[in-house]
């Protein structure tokens, strides 16, 4: 059975303001006071602290495409808040956009998300036409279990293969147990048939080139744990279990955004997660941070500095602060624009730091 966690919409109204406050706090500092209302600095002022008075972008490097927030699943972490009752797909229009700018502007990776991007109808030909038009990397972040879920994903891991698509897929643990309770009951049986159908066709396989990536994410109000450690407890375990093979795992931490937060909220650990992110705060972070060299388009063809921002609806704007649209990409001002910062940007910056290649130092 799939899990979700039901709000009523004055709840909902009140967590979405409480994340909007920490926007509000953070881009309109004139005066005010420089901590939010748990008392804990802005992102802004402890990032100035480091010499870093804001987060500016280096080369563009990597296009993230959210195809939509429909997915087969419902995991009470996910950022995104999607689900199979979500309707938000991108249109034909914008993913042809996506390609072209990524073939004008030369951009190496296009990093393809959702929901489960494999469930939108244009996915196949989004997938191949990038393939042809030569884009270096094709990342696409499948939740595995979509491959097992019905028989028109049957060949998905063929046409992965054949597209030399990078395959990254969340499992936050090697037990049933620990999987099933954040993703639903059942999932970590899917991912493993889903692991075995990649493995059989090469995927993660020893001197194959098709790589397979895991990635990892904290049960509860924790922080993620050390990633080199973890790749090798995963490994062991996955092979010794079962006899998958993969490449490299990504540790993340989760954010205080969308389903995470009303966790967080919900069991009265909001405060102290909080707390945990901003104690951990590691300067050497702020180099590799996933912002600095990706822009992240939504459903509707409007850009942001990430995924977690667009979940916060942080778009990027322009000199009249009007969202742009990817109609109105235009390298040179973003190359000069100021990355958009509030108290998730915690999540990373804790530890080792967070972001969607795992670890940044
Ligand atoms: S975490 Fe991934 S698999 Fe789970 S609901 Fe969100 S998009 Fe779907
Ligand atoms: S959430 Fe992370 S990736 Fe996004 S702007 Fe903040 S620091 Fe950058």
Redesign the pocket.
């Known amino acids: 059975m799939l899990q979700s966690l039901k709000y009523n919409k004055h709840e909902l109204s009140l967590l979405k303001q409480r994340e909007l406050l920490f926007v509000k706090l953070e881009n309109n500092t004139e005066g005010a006071d420089k901590s939010d209302n748990l008392g804990l600095s802005l992102f802004s002022e402890k990032i100035a602290e480091y010499n870093y008075p804001e987060l500016i972008p280096e080369k563009l490097e990597i296009l993230q495409v959210n195809l939509g927030y429909l997915?087969n699943?419902?995991?009470s972490?996910?950022h995104?808040d999607?689900?199979p009752d979500r309707r938000e797909l991108m249109s034909l229009e914008t993913l042809d956009l996506c390609l072209d700018l990524a073939r004008k502007h030369a951009i190496p990776t296009i990093d393809i998300t959702?929901?489960?991007p494999e469930m939108h109808p244009h996915f196949c030909y989004f997938v191949s036409q990038a393939h042809k038009q030569g884009v270096k990397e094709i990342i696409v972040r499948s939740?595995l279990t979509i491959l097992v879920s019905h028989s028109k994903y049957e060949d998905m891991p063929k046409f992965f293969r054949d597209n030399q698509v990078r395959v990254v897929s969340?499992l936050p643990c090697y037990t049933a147990e620990n999987t099933d309770k954040q993703?639903g009951d059942g999932v970590f049986e899917k991912s493993i048939a889903a692991l075995k159908k990649l493995n059989a066709i090469g995927y993660g396989m020893a001197g194959s080139k098709l790589c397979l990536d895991l990635v990892y994410n904290p049960g509860g109000p924790f922080l993620a744990g050390e990633q080199s450690q973890l790749e090798s407890d995963y490994k062991r375990e996955l092979n010794d279990n079962f006899g998958i093979q993969f490449n490299s795992l990504f540790a993340l931490n989760n954010l205080p955004i969308n389903r995470f937060l009303e966790f967080l909220l919900k069991n009265g650990h909001y405060n102290k997660y909080m707390q945990t992110l901003v104690s951990a705060f590691n300067p050497a972070t702020l180099s590799g941070l996933m912002c600095r060299n990706t822009i992240s388009i939504d459903y509707q063809g409007y850009l942001y500095d990430c995924d977690f921002n667009q979940m916060l609806e942080m778009s990027i704007k322009d000199s009249s602060q009007k969202a742009i649209h990817i109609k109105d990409f235009n390298l040179e001002y973003l190359a000069n624009r100021k990355i958009l910062t509030a108290q998730h940007c915690y999540g990373c910056t804790a530890g080792a730091g967070s972001s969607c290649q795992g670890s940044v130092v």
């Open positions: 997915c699943q419902s995991c972490h996910c995104v999607a689900g959702g929901g489960a939740n969340s993703r």
